[in-house]
Nanobody, 115 residues
Framework: QVPLVESGGGLVQAGGSLGLSCAAS????????MYWYRQAPGKQRELVAG???????NYADSVKGRFTISRDNAKYMVYLRMNSLKPEDTAVYFC?????????WGQGTQVTVSS
């Protein structure tokens, strides 16, 4: 079983919305904080948002008020709802978790925002 699988990327116009999903294996998801990262062309990978097993969320300043991270503990799913998208949000978005110092990354999903 692949540990983390993202879906839901695509092409959207500026100002639009997209939702991303990440399916996780139970061993990774349970009691672990889950994260969304992104990497734009020519830039370093950056943290977008994280959510604890209890549902406490944190966001990068660049996405606060526009993005919402959530999780479904029963389904081992993590979501990222992205509203008011900007061209600078264009990137490959990755789901991430760290379990006992072992890092798990999804394969990534492309989000492209046209101006």
């Amino acid at each position: 079983q692949v540990p983390l699988v993202e879906s839901g990327g695509g092409l959207v116009q500026a100002g639009g919305s997209l939702g991303l999903s990440c399916a996780a294996s139970g061993s990774i998801f349970s009691r672990n904080t889950m994260y969304w990262y992104r990497q734009a062309p020519g830039k370093q990978r950056e943290l977008v948002a994280g959510i604890t097993s209890g549902g406490s969320a944190n966001y990068a300043d660049s996405v606060k008020g526009r993005f919402t991270i959530s999780r479904d503990n029963a389904k081992y799913m993590v979501y990222l709802r992205m509203n008011s998208l900007k061209p600078e949000d264009t990137a490959v978005y990755f789901c991430f978790a760290r379990v006992n110092s072992v890092q798990f990354w999804g394969q990534g999903t492309q989000v492209t925002v046209s101006s």
